[in-house]
């Protein structure tokens, strides 16, 4: 590990990295837990009609284009000028990106309230001739659920503007807040009340704007400067706007390869339940992925900010470059353990309920073949901050475009073409998924090198051939405890079987991957270990030094 990871700049970015990784494990735990009781209490094509088409196929994809484009956009803007010219100048900024991003995002609300039906028949290949009882649902679904886009889309602005100001934890709580709003929600209303689908509709509007609530707590003491405004000629708008600009293009890009992968193409096939299966399949690696890799580059986003082109080719490169080996240390060896274990991790968190056998073996092989993406996944974070940081819009934008095109026409032609079914079409979406995204990460590296010292050739290509080497020892391990756990019982699927090969598969894989790392010689696994025991220690200190309040006077 370098002198830079190790230096001041370095502990930064790692306390950063692990104060958004707390309060992102908060989120996507209670967003983990909010889907293990969907789908134990809701049946498959209310799944698929209400979360996974209405909300996450529109609702959330909008959303995700506006956070898309602001945070990348918005915040080196938004920080040169604080730096240069002041809050006030940074905040007279704000203020009309604000303005005109709730006018927009009230005209969608009304536009998904006016025409739910043809937004359906866009996303889905459902008719009220072929599918009418899931094109009703979506519908009602999309009505009820449409005001939720205004808190959310607001709190990803709100969210930035905390990471301006370096205030971490607030800015990901917020996200967590929400996903607990709807798993109580749901949890108590139709567990324990028998209130039925109203309550995920309850639960998600009121989520959406407990988030936003959140941030604006953390940001109490600058809402003083909240104004608004239409000065759209303030010059830092038309700079945010020469960045947003190619940026989005890319992004609408990746919103429509997600409806066409995971809405779209599914619903042609007219099978209940792959939507559903094909949904929870991508939540294990979102949720590990948000984790570390979102949190490091989150956490490392405004110190490439404040970088200068110099300090940037060589510093950010070296730090870049560190994070990113740190990052594929862990998530090679594990995308394979996670891949062996996919079976009983899936049958013990959502089988049960409306959830059977059959959902999930597909879940579970769903699951297997997204997780191959972790790695490419960790590494996209990091260094597409690099690019924004340097401003370097048109070259991420042109490149995501192009393996959009590459994962849409994998599942085009697998099953348009092919004529592919049930778990084959689960596979080749997936597959087509992992393929594309790790074809990107490989060409952004490509591009980076050509502006910043980074990722040295043959020093990659060593620490690669140790990394995969201790995954698939590791994975082997793993999948020979799994093989070999006692069974309780006359059914081996049972949710206390799953436990126990989980129980003997956990420290099987921790044990055997520190043990090959120390043979192969791979050295970030214990850098990491050692850096998150000294900010542990050093928090504990802290901690313990601060003066005792007695309350005398």
């Known amino acids: 590990m370098t002198a830079e990871f190790k230096g001041t700049l370095g502990h930064r970015v790692f306390r950063a990295g692990i104060t958004v990784a707390i309060a992102h494990a908060l989120f996507k735990l209670a967003s983990l837990f909010q889907i293990m009781v969907l789908s134990r209490l809701i049946p498959a094509a209310l799944y698929e009609s209400v979360y996974a088409i209405a909300f996450e196929g529109c609702i959330f994809t909008l959303f995700l284009i506006g956070e898309e484009v602001i945070g990348p956009a918005f915040l080196p803007v938004f920080m040169r000028e604080k730096k240069d010219h002041g809050a006030g100048h940074a905040w007279a900024f704000a203020n009309v990106i604000l303005t005109i991003q709730a006018l927009i995002v009230l005209l969608t609300v009304a536009a998904l309230v006016a025409f739910p039906d043809a937004i359906v028949r866009l996303m889905t290949a459902w008719s009220p001739e072929n599918a009418p009882r899931q094109y009703g649902l979506t519908i009602r679904a999309l009505r009820w659920l449409a005001p939720a886009i205004f808190g959310l889309s607001m709190a990803s602005t709100t969210y930035v503007l905390l990471n301006g100001y370096k205030r971490f934890f607030l800015a990901a709580f917020g996200d967590a807040v929400w996903?607990?709003?709807?798993?109580?929600?749901?949890?108590?209303?139709?567990?324990?009340?028998?209130?039925?689908?109203?309550?995920?509709?309850?639960?998600?509007?009121?989520?959406?704007?407990?988030?936003?609530?959140?941030?604006?707590?953390?940001?109490?003491?600058?809402?003083?400067?909240?104004?608004?405004?239409?000065?759209?000629?303030?010059?830092?708008?038309?700079?945010?706007?020469?960045?947003?600009?190619?940026?989005?293009?890319?992004?609408?890009?990746?919103?429509?390869?997600?409806?066409?992968?995971?809405?779209?193409?599914?619903?042609?096939?007219?099978?209940?339940?792959?939507?559903?299966?094909?949904?929870?399949?991508?939540?294990?690696?979102?949720?590990?992925?948000?984790?570390?890799?979102?949190?490091?580059?989150?956490?490392?986003?405004?110190?490439?900010?404040?970088?200068?082109?110099?300090?940037?080719?060589?510093?950010?490169?070296?730090?870049?470059?560190?994070?990113?080996?740190?990052?594929?240390?862990?998530?090679?060896?594990?995308?394979?353990?996670?891949?062996?274990?996919?079976?009983?991790?899936?049958?013990?968190?959502?089988?049960?309920?409306?959830?059977?056998?059959?959902?999930?073996?597909?879940?579970?092989?769903?699951?297997a073949c997204y997780t191959l993406v972790l790695p490419a996944f960790s590494l996209e974070y990091l260094l597409m901050q690099a690019f924004f940081a340097q401003r370097r819009m048109i070259a991420i934008s042109v490149t995501g475009m192009v393996f959009v095109l590459v994962s849409i026409g994998i599942s085009a032609w697998g099953i348009l073409f092919l004529g592919l079914q049930g778990m084959a079409a689960l596979g080749v979406v997936a597959g087509g998924y992992v393929v594309s995204r790790t074809m990107k990460s490989l060409t952004l590296i490509i591009l980076l090198k050509r502006h910043t010292i980074a990722f040295p050739l043959r020093e990659t290509a060593v620490f690669l051939a140790r990394t995969i080497a201790v995954g698939i020892l590791t994975a082997i391990a793993v999948g020979i405890a799994i093989r070999l756990a006692p069974h309780v019982g006359s059914n081996p699927s049972a949710s206390f079987n799953l436990l126990i090969q989980l129980i003997l598969a956990a420290p099987v894989a921790g044990i055997t991957f520190l043990m090959a790392s120390h043979w192969f010689r791979l050295r970030e696994p214990f850098d990491m270990l050692h850096s998150a025991t000294q900010w542990v220690r050093n928090r504990m200190k802290n901690r313990s030094q601060q003066p005792v309040n007695t309350g005398g006077t």
């Open 179 to 367: 996903r607990l709003c709807v798993m109580l929600c749901v949890g108590i209303g139709m567990g324990i009340f028998g209130f039925g689908i109203r309550s995920l509709f309850a639960g998600l509007l009121a989520g959406s704007a407990l988030k936003l609530l959140t941030h604006l707590v953390g940001l109490f003491r600058e809402l003083r400067h909240v104004r608004w405004s239409l000065d759209i000629h303030h010059p830092a708008v038309r700079q945010m706007a020469m960045l947003a600009l190619p940026l989005l293009a890319g992004i609408l890009f990746a919103r429509f390869r997600d409806v066409f992968n995971n809405v779209y193409i599914l619903s042609y096939l007219k099978t209940e339940g792959l939507i559903q299966a094909n949904s929870i399949g991508r939540k294990l690696f979102q949720t590990i992925g948000f984790l570390i890799p979102y949190a490091f580059s989150i956490g490392m986003f405004p110190y490439l900010c404040e970088m200068s082109p110099d300090e940037q080719r060589e510093r950010a490169g070296r730090l870049v470059t560190d994070v990113s080996r740190l990052l594929l240390s862990i998530f090679i060896p594990l995308s394979l353990v996670i891949g062996v274990m996919a079976y009983p991790l899936c049958g013990f968190l959502f089988g049960g309920g409306e959830f059977g056998p059959e959902a999930v073996r597909r879940t579970a092989w769903s699951t």
